[in-house]
């Protein structure tokens, strides 16, 4: 994503694909979508307030296509969406 990109995100979006990696040993917790980091076109992200809420994405979710949804922001020009209820995280 090129600067000046975040200013032609939608504003909310939902993303359906397979997590390709998952960090969660430090906090926030990412789920790299479609490829691994640091190649994925999107990640979504839970910050450690949110983590118990989550359960253990990291082993709950691998080989589990899932879907996100939520505001979507630009992040050092990689877009991503900040999970902070499990309703936006469904497989």
Request: charged residues 25%.
């Amino acid at each position: 994503m090129q600067k000046g990109t975040s200013a032609r995100l939608p504003r909310s979006a939902e993303w359906s694909r397979l997590p390709s990696s998952h960090q969660a040993r430090a906090q926030p917790t990412f789920l790299d979508l479609d490829k691994p980091y640091p190649n994925a076109p999107f990640t979504a992200v839970i910050f450690g307030d949110d983590r118990p809420k989550f359960g253990t994405p990291e082993t709950s979710l691998r080989g589990k296509r899932i879907c996100v949804t939520g505001q979507i922001s630009d992040y050092h020009g990689r877009p991503e969406i900040v999970l902070t209820d499990p309703s936006q995280l469904t497989q």
